[in-house]
């Protein structure tokens, strides 16, 4: 790894406003810490955890009572599904170009070893093997999105 290598890195974490990042290649080992790194009470958050505040509405009279939103508990994901995650950190393409395929498809069938992804970052096209067989049961990010470091792309049933 070069300088200029690393210098890119830093202008990532700067652009994605990262607090962290690790990065571990054979015996390279390299951990770089923003301003924004605080050890204690640090989270990550993804958009899946995210929660939309409803937008209060007008009240129609003056007398009315006033509506109580009503807030569905978040589905938990299903405890036998496994997590196919991202090893770096970098920009998620489901294939190789936009006129290709995608690697993967809901109801598709994997094996260890089979291409589900490829992941850009620093101009370097990087593919992301899946490490267990089953069936793709649901895809969590969209095509040429941002992904970050251990952020969960798939789950697969090993089931099926």
Not at 43 to 51: E, G, K, R
Not at 122 to 137: A, P, R, T, Y
């Amino acid at each position: 790894m070069t300088v200029k290598d690393i210098k890119e890195i830093i202008k990532l974490i700067d652009e994605y406003k990262l607090a962290e990042f690790k990065l571990e290649d054979g015996s390279l080992k390299m951990t770089i810490r923003s301003n924004n790194y605080s050890k204690e009470g640090m989270s990550v958050i993804t958009p899946q955890d995210m929660v939309v505040a409803p937008v209060a509405q007008p009240a129609v009279a003056a007398h009315a009572p006033a509506a109580v939103p009503q807030t569905q508990p978040a589905e938990a994901p299903e405890a036998h599904l496994v997590e196919v995650k991202s090893p770096i950190v970098g920009t998620f393409y489901r294939s190789s170009a936009p006129d290709k395929p995608p690697f993967v498809k809901v109801g598709d069938a994997l094996n260890v070893g089979d291409v589900v992804c490829v992941v850009e970052a620093m101009k370097l096209f990087n593919e992301i093997e899946s490490e267990v067989s089953g069936k793709i049961v649901k895809v969590l990010i969209e095509d040429a999105s941002p992904v970050e470091y251990d952020q969960v792309l798939f789950l697969v049933d090993p089931n099926a």
